[in-house]
């Protein structure tokens, strides 16, 4: 069969059966919205582990009886670490001041006791190109490691929390988001076998006079991936049209101050749109499966 | 000698659980014959023409269409076998909701014609039975006897050599039938085999045409 007239058999049958198409389209249009809106939500606050994560860096604590002339020696070392963008070193004195700032009014408590009591420390901040909760964690057992180190300390139970909840997040999006698209199929599906009961003696016909079942599918087949195709699109055209109002508002908002946002990676939305025509396609030629027999 | 267009050796046919439609029946048809098939009402006229188009399956005996023995086609290649054989049918089947244009153009679209070829041959189809100026009305527009010339159109227009007609007149009134008739000539004269199956005597009482007769169970020539 020419596929130019399983596409014009496949147009005129949009047309007379519009209102039906339309409907399974919104069916689609609304199950990839909710994940679409999960997805969003997710990548978002694994952005915002990233870099409040990132912004955390690490402290490295040296041990006190740590020469001074190594000091540089240790600096190159930290620095020249693959994943650390810059690493600051605070020696005892200056820890002691910054303590002496911080206690305010009642700095007086430090009086009499020696800026040696604080360690000597190395500040290391992340870069963010490269920064992934794992490696952050691997940098400090590494660090830990080195005969000069007491201790090191990263945030780690608030990313560990964080991690955790994003993990849960990612973990509702992937199961949510493989029932969602299994809906739509399974609507597209059952939509094309009631259109298809409707038209049996039409299919009839059709064997009658010679059509395949190539020929009898192919209109339904080039229906079900449109209906994936659109309906997949108009839901992240949505939620791209929701992000962008959503991001004026986080932009001009007190509390939100200097948090980015983001929409779905490119990679994910092609992903859903393929998946979305994929399943509509796959679930359409199942569901005539039965129809095509002889 | 050219072969039989459509031979039948000792072809049984069984509807489960006891019901025997025919045993035993042998027929050859000649490239080009119109044979009037007859026999009562439930004798087995339409059972014995859907088996030669492959809308059903003999309980044994073998069936041949141009030489090929219909027990060795597969599902996929019944199709391409339907496409030699023009089937008209006494309650039309046509398709209520499209054009009598496209109702024709069908039988093209599945062979995968071309637009313009397919448009003017349904074209030229639809003057030859009359209905040239109705091409884009809708069946339910037409009468009983224009609906069956846009039947007889569409089971023509890709030219098939063989043209089964199961009680075609049935549901027309006498000058309806016998423009139907005269198509039928028409169709056969331009080389087309026609098995014309009918229970109405009046149509091959004086006519020179071989008649076989099916009656309980068995062919009678």
Not at chain 1, 202 to 229: C, D, H
Not at chain 1, 258 to 266: A, C, K, S, T
Not at chain 2, 2 to 15: A, D, H, N, Y
Not at chain 2, 149 to 160: D, E, G, K, L, W
């Amino acid at each position: 069969m020419g596929i130019s007239i399983a596409f014009r058999r496949a147009f005129s049958d949009l047309r007379q059966h519009f209102a039906t198409q339309i409907m399974t389209t919104m069916v689609v249009t609304l199950s990839i919205l909710i994940l679409a809106f999960f997805a969003l939500l997710y990548f978002n606050l694994q952005h915002l582990v990233e870099r409040f994560g990132s912004e955390l860096g690490l402290v490295v604590f040296m041990d006190e009886n740590t020469p001074e002339e190594r000091i540089p020696e240790l600096y190159q070392k930290l620095a020249g670490l693959a994943g650390v963008e810059k690493a600051r070193y605070i020696s005892s004195e200056e820890a002691f001041a910054r303590l002496q700032t911080y206690l305010h009014d009642e700095k007086e408590v430090l009086e009499g006791v020696s800026p040696r009591l604080l360690p000597p420390s190395f500040e290391i901040q992340i870069n963010r190109a490269v920064f992934q909760l794992d490696r952050i964690r691997e940098l400090a057992d590494r660090l830990i490691k080195w005969p000069e180190v007491s201790k090191v300390q990263y945030g780690q139970e608030w990313i560990d929390r964080f991690e955790v909840f994003s993990k849960l997040l990612r973990d509702v999006v992937a199961v949510s988001g493989i029932l969602l698209l299994c809906t739509s199929a399974f609507v597209v599906a059952n939509t094309i076998k009631l259109t298809v009961y409707a038209r049996q003696e039409e299919l009839k016909i059709m064997r009658l006079v010679g059509a395949t079942n190539t020929f009898i599918q192919g209109p339904f087949l080039i229906q079900a991936v449109i209906q994936g195709l659109i309906g997949s699109c108009l839901a992240i055209a949505v939620v791209f049209v929701c992000f962008e109002y959503m991001k004026d508002l986080v932009a001009v908002s007190e509390l939100l101050r200097g948090v980015e946002v983001f929409f779905l990676p490119w990679p994910f939305v092609s992903s859903v749109i393929g998946s979305s025509v994929v399943l509509c396609f796959s679930g359409t030629a199942l569901a005539m499966r039965r129809f095509l027999r002889l | 000698m050219e072969p039989p267009i459509i031979r039948m050796e000792g072809v049984s046919k069984r509807f489960p659980p006891d019901n025997q439609a025919f045993s035993d029946v042998n027929l050859e048809i000649e490239k080009g014959e119109f044979v009037f098939l007859t026999g009562p009402s439930g004798s087995g006229k339409s059972t014995l023409l859907r088996l030669m188009f492959c809308a059903q399956r003999p309980s044994s005996g073998n069936i041949w269409i141009e030489g090929v023995d219909l027990s060795t086609l597969t599902n996929s290649q019944v199709p391409y076998l339907r496409r030699k054989i023009g089937v008209i049918f006494q309650d039309f089947k046509l398709l209520p909701n499209h054009t009598v244009f496209d109702n024709v153009v069908l039988s093209l679209e599945v062979i995968g014609l071309k637009r313009e070829q397919a448009d003017r041959r349904v074209k030229q189809v639809l003057a030859g039975v009359g209905l040239g100026e109705k091409t884009r009305r809708y069946p339910p527009q037409l009468s009983g006897g224009e609906q069956q010339r846009v039947a007889i159109a569409r089971a023509v227009v890709n030219r098939p050599p063989i043209i089964l007609a199961d009680e075609p007149t049935g549901n027309l009134d006498r000058e309806r039938t016998d423009e139907v008739m005269v198509l039928m000539e028409e169709l056969n004269a331009r080389g087309a085999t026609i098995i014309f199956a009918t229970h109405n005597d009046r149509l091959y009482s004086n006519t020179h045409r071989r008649v076989i007769k099916l009656s309980k169970g068995k062919l009678e020539f």
